[in-house]
């Protein structure tokens, strides 16, 4: 696949229509609840039972995976890449940098979807556990995400 050929709606709809519990996670899913951020990265997090089917979901669309499934579940992540790169988290839980447990069930009981366009709809952590993995990072970047967060929190209380 030829990066200029990327079709963002179709990768969505596939990933939803695959039937993975997939959640869109790190600066992606910012953009997608719309902050004013500019990421090239896509980040999910998904079911350690579900790889296989989001592996087949996105082959169609020319994305193979960095390693087998048996081999991400043990690595608890893995790369699906062409031109385009998609990091997939697959541990079934993780942990901030103070130590507290944020896990995938959680998350996904509690996630908000989000049109895309009429016929698709985009997972994402609810504002408060994007919020959690934000803190999970550690980074510079995520301190600042993690101030655009809890101000979009705070309207929507």
Not at 4 to 31: K, Q, T
Not at 42 to 67: F, M
Not at 129 to 135: C, F, N, Q, W
Request: charged share 30%.
């Amino acid at each position: 696949m030829d990066g200029a050929a990327f079709d963002e709606g179709e990768r969505f709809a596939r990933m939803a229509g695959s039937g993975a519990r997939v959640l869109l996670i790190g600066r992606r899913a910012l953009v997608a609840l719309g902050l004013p951020l500019l990421t090239a990265d896509y980040d999910l997090w998904l079911h350690t039972d579900d790889i296989e089917r989001l592996n087949v979901a996105l082959a169609a669309l020319g994305l193979s995976p960095s390693c087998t499934p048996q081999a991400a579940r043990v690595q608890g992540r893995y790369v699906l890449e062409n031109d385009e790169h998609i990091d997939v988290l697959v541990a079934r839980a993780m942990h901030t940098v103070d130590g507290e447990r944020v896990g995938f069930e959680e998350l996904w009981q509690r996630r908000r979807g989000l049109r895309f366009d009429d016929q698709t709809t985009i997972a994402v952590p609810a504002i408060a556990d994007l919020i959690l993995t934000k803190r999970c990072g550690g980074r510079e970047r995520d301190l600042a995400d993690l101030r655009m967060l809890e101000l979009l929190q705070q309207e929507g209380e």
